[in-house]
Structures are given as C-alpha cells and as structure tokens.
C-alpha cells in the first residue's frame, strides 16, 4: 500500500468534506496529531477506526486503502490488491516481532544471570543481595511473559496432524512443552496433539 498516496487521499475528502485536522480528530476521539501523521504518509489509521474514518469522509474501506475512489469496473481488482497488501503487511509485523522477541529474550535472560551472579558472588550486605535477585526475578518474569505473548500472536502453530493454522491462547502456549518455536499443542480443529511448528503465513 501507498501511504502517501492514501494520506493525501485522506487530506483531500477531509477538505472536500469541510472539516479541519482538529474537526476530524473530535469526530474519531483521537488527537489531530495522528490524522496530521496519515496525511503526511508517517503512518496509517489504525483497524479499529477505519470504518468510522470512512463515514466521515463518505467513502469505502477499500477507497482509503486504494488512496483513490474505486470505481465498480476495478472495485474486485482493488479489493484484491489491498487484501494481498494487508496480509503482507500482517507477515512482515510478525516477522519483526519474532525477531523482537529473540532480542528480548536475549537481553532478559543475561540481565537476569549478571544480576544472579553478582548477588551469588560479590561481597555485599544480604539485603542487598535479596533485592537483587527479587529485581532479576520479577524482570526475567516480565521479559519472558512479554516474549511468550508475541509467540503466542505473531503468526500462526501449523497442526502436524490435519494442517490447521491457528492462534492458540496464551495458557495453552504458557504450558507447552517446546523445542524453540516448535510446541506440543492441541489442534481446535482435529482435537489431536502434536508437535506444531511456528509460521507466518495462513
């Protein structure tokens, strides 16, 4: 998708519709700062407000993603460009986050052996000692929660069994046995259990 071209699009009904940056931002209960970032191609309106975006400017869900009025000869055309583009978008998101989810995992657990070695091995008063393994305690648990949530939505577990894609909950993933991206999971779909491997695409 164009941002720029969507942003301008944006700007030009805003205009044609007589509201200004401030006017629309109060009609979406947002600040005139994110519909500035649309216009300028910085970014582009979040999911959850696009359908009320799009009354405002009297236009289609499938107009703004196209950054132009589709006309019905190349309506299905459109709608099948900006869906392609929408789940490119979604796998590159979740490629990112996987690879965010490694750094953080890294950088979690040698925070948390540096904060334990030191309390096992410098000299120190033991109060002190405590607080630092509470502190490397509660930061690895926050790192690693954070870690299991982006493996829990970035992309989907492919059943081994019946080839199903899903997102499992964050308790069943919590609990898993695993091998790296690779956990013991029980399909919605078969009901079986099996070694199912992380992927990105549906």
Request: net charge positive.
């Amino acid at each position: 998708m164009d941002q720029a071209k969507i942003g301008r699009f944006i700007a030009e009904r805003r205009k044609t519709a007589g509201l200004t940056q401030m006017q629309l931002a109060e009609k979406l209960s947002i600040t005139d700062r994110a519909v500035s970032k649309w216009e300028t191609g910085r970014s582009l309106p979040d999911s959850s407000i696009m359908l009320e975006l799009c009354k405002e400017l009297n236009i289609t869900v499938n107009d703004l993603l196209s950054g132009e009025v589709v006309t019905m000869e190349n309506n299905n055309k459109e709608t099948e460009k900006n869906l392609l583009a929408l789940v490119r978008e979604k796998e590159n998101a979740d490629k990112r986050l996987l690879n965010i989810e490694i750094v953080l995992g890294f950088i979690t657990s040698i925070f948390f052996m540096t904060l334990i070695f030191v309390a096992s091995f410098v000299e120190m008063q033991n109060w002190i000692r405590i607080l630092l393994i509470v502190v490397g305690m509660v930061l690895f648990a926050v790192g690693i929660g954070y870690c299991l949530k982006i493996e829990q939505t970035a992309g989907y577990y492919e059943c081994s069994e019946c080839g199903n894609k899903y997102v499992p909950s964050f308790k069943s993933v919590l609990f898993a046995m695993h091998l790296n991206r690779t956990r013991y999971l029980k399909c919605p779909e078969c009901g079986k259990r099996s070694w199912q491997k992380k992927v990105i695409r549906k």
